[in-house]
């Protein structure tokens, strides 16, 4: 999934914000987000409206065009 979503990020940057959180590296503050996200498995994927309320949460893979329509459809 990385290279898609990095694949991703790069295409939407200046556009939306991309956020990769890699829960397995020991980072505190990373680790409280993702609860606070209720994010329990990986991966997971929050899409968040501007407003910084959760659009929508999706568990397991999704495709590059899946992410990118999912994005376009929370867009202010």
């Given amino acids: 999934m990385r290279p898609v979503v990095d694949g991703l990020k790069r295409e939407v940057t200046g556009t939306y914000d991309v956020i990769v959180?890699?829960?397995s590296s020991g980072d505190a503050a990373m680790r409280q987000t993702a609860t606070e996200l209720g994010i329990e498995y990986v991966p997971t994927?929050?899409?968040v409206k501007s407003d910084g309320t959760v659009a929508e949460k999706v568990v397991g893979t999704m495709t590059r065009d899946a992410m990118l329509?999912?994005?376009q459809s929370i867009a202010p």
């Fill in 21 to 23: 959180m890699n829960l």
């Fill in 45 to 47: 994927f929050v899409f």
């Fill in 69 to 71: 329509a999912k994005l």
